[in-house]
């Protein structure tokens, strides 16, 4: 029970009147219409039960409501927060173009697994297993020292205020930014978890072997639509892949992949595990280091890269999504825009949950 709970009892035959202030005004009036808070006046006198219902509608006027995202869930507490935490994303790109892609994965990697909360960020631990290990991350989700460094540097002019989940969540949009990518208004106020869950990022989180089948329920569980995965997957116009993740792929002479395409990907990806596993190639081999429309156009031409890319121009119901967007960058990135905001708003921990760890690899 929150020490901000009331509890309001009404002697006679008035009932007892239990108020939560986590309960918004809809709410309220909801309750009070189902009778669930609820006055007698049979032998009441008008003017006690009047009194009383004055009573009652001031103080669910006055209750807040429970805690919700904000654009300006700093302004006041940490007004320097989002200039310094674009700086640090805007240093850590310029010196490597990669690291756009990987900080956009890694929020998305986090908000899948217990909702956008930085649990991807905690090291192993005692008391938690790291999701780090989880076959989706393992050797491959980074950029975790720059988060850990924006964090440093906002918790040298605010500490204890700005969540590794906010972070994380700024960060990713400011990553897409810098590589020519669209921009979106970040939801702030998110808190951070207290534990991490291998065995639900083994579940939730897609795997580069995926179809449809399997792609789509995943991101229908989170809340998203097929629109909204396809517009997700279009961040793989930035990025790197390792060989492991494609070899199957160009090695198998299947009909839905571009044999010259192929022949190019086998360069620097030998036939037989493990040799040159850890190589890699671009994700968008046409622009890789630019957030365009490429990718898609790409799919449409049999040069997707990894099996749950080409997945999606595949004669399957997402065909004519891909074939929109290759055609207009502009609608590519807007729905990539609302996308991205729709995957923040996955499970946040907010008011009295969570914590601000003051590192974002450990709890405090």
Known sequence: MLKSELLLVLFGEFHLLYINTNICHKKRKKYI??????????????????????????LLAYMPCEAQLSSTFYDKMCPSALNTIRTSIRTAVSSERRMAASLIRLHFHDCFVQGCDASILLDEAASSTSERNARPNFNSARGFEIIEAAKSQVESICPGVVSCADILAVAARDASVAVGGPTWTVKLGRRDSTSASLSQAETDLPSFRDGLDRIIPLFRNKGLSE???????GSHTIGQAQCVTFRDRIYNNASDIDAGFASTRKRRCPTNAPDG?????????VTPNSFDNNYFKNLIQRNGLLESDQVLFSGGSTDSIVSEYSKSPATFKSDFASAMVKMGDI????????????????IN
């Open 33 to 58: 219409e189902m009778g669930l808070v609820a006055v007698s006046s049979r032998s009441a006198p008008r003017s006690s039960f009047a009194c009383i219902m004055v009573t009652m509608m001031l």
């Open 227 to 233: 629109r909204d995965m396809v517009a997700l997957s």
């Open 277 to 285: 596993d850890a190589n890699l190639a671009p994700l968008d081999l």
């Open 347 to 362: 499970e946040p921990l907010t008011g009295s949950s969570g914590v601000i760890r003051k590192l974002c690899s450990a």
